[in-house]
């Protein structure tokens, strides 16, 4: 296995994640139209169970489980619980699991109805074999679904520009269309969709120089007036994710 971040990494970058619900809900509702489809194409009638790889602050686990009367489970090497606790407790979710492990060596003692993956296989170096062990935590007949960031085209420019270290810590040659087919392909999977969504993501996540702040002031001027427009086009050159929805069949 290998990581392109650490443990400490996560726990710093997400020490003040918001967890609060209408925040969260604002948030996470974006992505509606594929948490239908993923909902409305399972085998189960109706799914009951859900888990998030590496879930933690468990945003989409909370919002997933209020909306559909799911019941959640966060699988994360993280070793703080506070933030998932914090996250449930604002949605008044009181039946969830935590499960504190590393993907490569936790052996799942039962499968889900449903399995989600945000921003998680981008960070590994072998992000195919990540991606083959979420089908050990899937029921027969159920369904998953996939995101990560898209930082290739014009945004692999913006970022190290302007957000170097964040860029560093995504492995790029995951985020294209051919990773999530092959990926179905190995697996017997059924593609429901498979699509860039989202407008360019302009946000940083370091301190940026005078220089930089010229270049993210602009960047961010500019995008928040045409982001509406490039939303309904989304492309592999500027869209801010790229999403698949499977079935296991």
């Known amino acids: 296995m290998s990581k392109i971040t650490t443990q400490d990494y996560w726990e710093k970058y997400y020490s003040k994640a918001k967890t ?9 509702s974006v992505y509606d139209k594929f948490w239908d489809i993923l909902l409305r194409n399972n085998g189960a009638t109706p799914p009951k169970t859900i888990i998030e790889m590496g879930g933690y602050p468990g945003r989409f686990l909370a919002y997933l489980a209020d909306k559909y009367n799911l019941i959640p489970t966060s699988l994360d090497f993280n070793s703080d619980k506070i933030k998932i606790e914090e996250t449930m407790k604002s949605f008044d979710i009181e039946d969830f699991k935590i499960i504190q492990a590393d ?24 992000y ?10 899937l029921k027969q007949g159920g369904t998953m679904l996939v995101m990560i960031p898209n930082l290739t085209g014009f945004r692999k420019v913006y970022g190290y520009l302007v ?8 492995n790029l ?10 990926f179905a392909k190995r697996n017997g999977l059924q593609i429901l969709t498979l699509e860039y969504f ?5 946000s940083v996540h370091q301190k940026l ?3 930089q702040k010229i270049i993210y002031r602009s960047t961010r001027l500019l995008f ?13 050159h500027y869209s801010s994710s790229l999403i698949c929805v499977y079935k296991k069949v």
């Open 163 to 170: 957000d170097y270290k964040n860029l560093k810590s995504h």
């Open 198 to 202: 989202g407008g360019f993501p302009f």
């Open 103 to 126: 993907i490569f060596e936790h052996i799942p003692e039962t499968q889900y109805d449903i399995v989600i993956s945000n921003g998680f296989i981008e960070h590994f170096e072998n």
């Open 224 to 236: 928040k007036k045409i982001n509406p427009y490039l939303a309904k086009k989304p492309s592999k």
């Open 20 to 28: 609060n619900r209408k925040q969260i809900q604002v948030i996470i």
């Open 209 to 211: 120089n005078f220089f």
């Open 173 to 182: 040659k995951c985020m294209n269309k051919h990773t999530f087919e092959s």
């Open 128 to 137: 195919q074999e990540v991606l083959d062990k979420h089908i050990l935590y």
